[in-house]
């Protein structure tokens, strides 16, 4: 599987961005893709994820309410909806995807095998 993100940009606070991660392959409906996040200086952290079945979703509590996520198995993409954007909000943000992510360990980096190039996302205050 190979993983591309974009929609990142540069945005205000207070504003919106739609990231995409478009997956090639014909198992991705079986995947759970999943979006993490780094900012200068930190580690790379988990901001969201969703089953195969879009049935459900993890959010991070620091963006919970305001960032969704979603899939469109047919166009074999996931996206990350993100409203009320802040400055803190600024980093890379990573698309990851695998088959085998039990729930327990949907929030740790080490439980994807793919992962996307990343797209940077930029909030000014």
């Known amino acids: 599987v190979q993983l591309q993100a974009s929609g990142g940009g540069l945005v205000q606070a207070g504003g919106s961005l739609r990231l995409s991660c478009v997956a090639s392959?014909?198992?991705?409906?079986?995947?759970?893709i999943s979006w993490f996040r780094q900012a200068p200086g930190k580690e790379r952290e988990f901001v969201a994820a969703?089953?195969?079945?879009?049935?459900?979703?993890y959010i991070a509590d620091s963006v919970k309410g305001r960032f969704t996520i979603s899939r469109d198995n047919a166009k074999n993409t996931g996206y990350l909806e993100m409203n009320s954007l802040k400055p803190e909000d600024t980093a890379v943000y990573y698309c990851?995807?695998?088959?085998?992510?039990?729930?327990?360990?949907?929030?740790?980096?080490?439980?994807?095998?793919?992962w996307g190039q990343g797209t940077q996302v930029t909030v000014s205050s």
């Open positions: 990851a995807a695998d088959g085998s992510v039990i729930i327990s360990s949907i929030r740790y980096e080490a439980s994807y095998a793919y």
């Open positions: 969703i089953r195969w079945s879009g049935g459900s979703t």
């Open positions: 392959g014909r198992t991705f409906r079986s995947y759970t």
